[in-house]
């Protein structure tokens, strides 16, 4: 599999990283690189093998439905980027 | 003092001949001379680790010791840490205080540590050589012009140099390990869920563990007692009985079964690293264990499935950094969506937006099967091999890192070459398996060489037996770069 310099701008934009053309075609080579050794799980006969995911093949705990956190609103927004009167300020979404 | 070890240390506070203050302010000062040469920390503030050390004295003083109270430990910047700049070597977090702390970080301090400083690391944790760092390289005790190791390089220096006298790091495909190994340090990462998660900043979460770096096996089993449990806050914290991780460190080892897996003694392995692991091995041997030869036919294709699954798992857990809640954020962008690509555009470096690249692509529509569902199914066929291999043997032992500590910038511009160097590490994070690595020798440049031990799930205890024996009969352990002493 061969990636061109157009996947690399539609997987950064899928990852929300801005990039200019010069700084695709160097990520482009360098990624070359990377999925060449990544190619290499293709050759392996994995039939009837499940997918691990955790080494004791745990599910997932729930617990119960009851408020376990605490307030900690002001904590928390001192430091944020930009709040105001308890909310977390972001350019204009809707016109 | 310098030298001592955890349970000197102890005694010696219990019994006042030194107080805590004393103690942490002779550690400080080395900390603060030679973090110009090492870069070894992030942060240092003395005024906030000397109240904990002077309120560690008042617990002495009214007879109130737990088994590491008035102790220094410097923690990887990884960890959160409340009231401390908790950067995970990155710009994205570079004015992130924690707001409150890890769990390890709460077991620590209920156990008496008093925090010596955040250290440097591979920004996000990703990378071999804590070269990746937004602020800055480490470099390595042993010889400035190397690496470290990574990530967890800033712990390891910090160690090797006695800039302190233990520290935690964290290992997803041998960052605790391998940055062991290239410092002439001991460290362990356990077996997967018994180390809480909770606070500690997510790279591949499947993968993550915390452990303890130090200067011996006693050490680490010690420190190891205090920061595993059960925390319900982590989804994958195993829910097992307390062990005493200290409790076996003086069995004798005559006739412990130890494979050694002929796949990481081929090709790729440096000649100076090879003969002092042998060396090692046959220490071991001289012990009374008996060698095993096996097999660990997947280990190639450790590191191919790996940097698919952390990637993957990166690219969702790093998805947070967004610049509305905290961390960084750009200073200039047009909407909401300008600002989440300026923002993240600018607080990633290089390798880890590399990695949510890869991560991304092996996620997206059309490629989910091929590749990622792929690299699960070959981490299942490794983690058998290991247990295929367990069954002829004890315990498993063999390099840590193909290479003693590179010089510093020589891999960074060829990320695969840099992976490559993981090989012998991440077939047991893949597995879930206990690892961990103790000097046994130098190879060239007299840089120090690692000799990794892996356990089946839970025998960390008996690994750490076995380097305690191991270090009752050698002495490459208590060796430290002369030009810290």
């Given at each position: 599999m061969s990636l061109s310099l157009l996947d690399v701008k539609r997987i950064a934009q899928l990852a929300s990283i801005e990039v200019t053309d010069a700084q695709a075609e160097q990520v482009l080579a360098q990624l070359q690189g990377v999925f060449a050794l990544i190619e290499e799980l293709q050759s392996?006969?994995?039939?009837?093998?499940?997918?691990?995911?955790?080494?004791?093949?745990?599910?997932?705990?729930?617990?119960?439905?009851?408020?376990?956190?605490?307030?900690?609103?002001?904590?928390?927004?001192?430091?944020?980027?930009?709040?105001?009167?308890?909310?977390?300020?972001?350019?204009?979404?809707?016109? | 003092m310098i030298n001592w070890s955890l349970r000197q240390l102890a005694s010696a506070l219990a019994h006042k001949q030194v107080s805590s203050v004393e103690l942490t302010q002779t550690f400080l000062d080395r900390a603060q001379r030679y973090n110009r040469e090492l870069n070894a920390f992030i942060t240092l503030d003395p005024e906030r680790t000397l109240a904990e050390a002077r309120a560690a004295d008042r617990r002495i003083a009214h007879g109130n010791t737990q088994p590491l109270t008035g102790i220094p430990v410097a923690l990887k910047d990884i960890f959160c840490a409340q009231g401390w700049l908790t950067s995970c070597g990155s710009k994205m977090l570079h004015n992130f205080v924690a707001p409150y702390d890890a769990n390890v970080v709460e077991k620590l301090k209920q156990a008496g540590a008093v925090t010596l400083g955040k250290t440097n690391m591979d920004e996000f944790a990703m990378g071999s050589s804590s070269e990746s760092s937004h602020y800055g390289p480490v470099h390595n005790a042993w010889d400035l012009r190397a690496v470290a190791g990574g990530s967890s390089g800033g712990s390891a220096a910090a160690v090797a140099a006695r800039l302190t006298p233990a520290a935690l790091g964290t290992d997803t495909g041998g960052s605790i390990r391998q940055p062991a190994s290239m410092s002439g340090i001991s460290g362990i990462k356990p077996t997967y869920g018994v180390v809480s998660r909770y606070g500690m900043i997510a790279f591949a979460s499947s993968l993550d563990q915390g452990g303890p770096m130090a200067k011996s096996a006693e050490d680490l089993a010690l420190l190891l007692n205090v920061i595993s449990g059960y925390d319900a806050r982590d989804s994958t914290s195993l829910d097992r009985a307390a062990e005493d991780y200290t409790r076996d460190l003086d069995q004798s080892i005559s006739g412990l079964r130890v494979g050694v897996p002929k796949e990481f003694f081929a090709d790729g392995l440096d000649a100076d690293v090879a003969s002092a692991v042998q060396a090692g091995?046959?220490?071991?041997?001289?012990?009374?264990?008996?060698?095993?030869?096996?097999?660990?036919?997947?280990?190639?294709?450790?590191?191919?499935?790996?940097?698919?699954?952390?990637?993957?798992?990166?690219?969702?857990?790093?998805?947070?950094?967004?610049?509305?809640?905290?961390?960084?954020?750009?200073?200039?962008?047009?909407?909401?969506?300008?600002?989440?690509?300026?923002?993240?555009?600018?607080?990633?470096?290089?390798?880890?937006?590399?990695?949510?690249?890869?991560?991304?692509?092996?996620?997206?529509?059309?490629?989910?099967?091929a590749y990622y569902l792929q690299a699960q199914k070959v981490r299942r066929l490794i983690a058998q091999d290991f247990q295929s291999a367990f069954e002829r043997c004890d315990l498993i032992v063999g390099p840590t890192a193909p290479s003693v500590a590179f010089d510093l910038g020589a891999k960074i511009s060829d990320p695969v070459q840099m992976y490559l160097g993981d090989i012998y590490t991440i077939g047991v994070s893949l597995s879930g398996l206990p690892g961990m690595s103790i000097p046994c020798g130098f190879g060239q440049q007299k840089r120090p060489v690692g000799l990794q031990i892996v356990g089946n799930y839970f025998q960390e205890a008996r690994m750490l037996n076995v380097a305690h024996q191991f270090q009752q009969a050698t002495d490459w352990h208590t060796q430290m770069p002369a030009a810290f002493s």
């Open positions: 392996v006969d994995t039939q009837g093998i499940e997918p691990m995911s955790h080494a004791q093949d745990v599910t997932l705990r729930l617990r119960e439905d009851q408020v376990t956190e605490t307030d900690n609103r002001e904590r928390f927004q001192a430091i944020a980027p930009r709040v105001d009167a308890g909310l977390y300020l972001v350019p204009k979404v809707i016109e | 091995i046959a220490e071991l041997e001289k012990l009374g264990c008996k060698l095993v030869e096996v097999t660990l036919p997947q280990t190639r294709l450790s590191v191919p499935a790996y940097y698919v699954l952390a990637p993957a798992e990166a690219s969702s857990n790093l998805a947070r950094y967004d610049g509305v809640r905290y961390g960084y954020r750009a200073p200039e962008y047009g909407d909401l969506r300008d600002m989440y690509m300026k923002t993240r555009a600018q607080g990633f470096g290089e390798e880890v937006k590399r990695r949510i690249l890869i991560g991304t692509y092996v996620l997206s529509h059309g490629y989910y099967d």
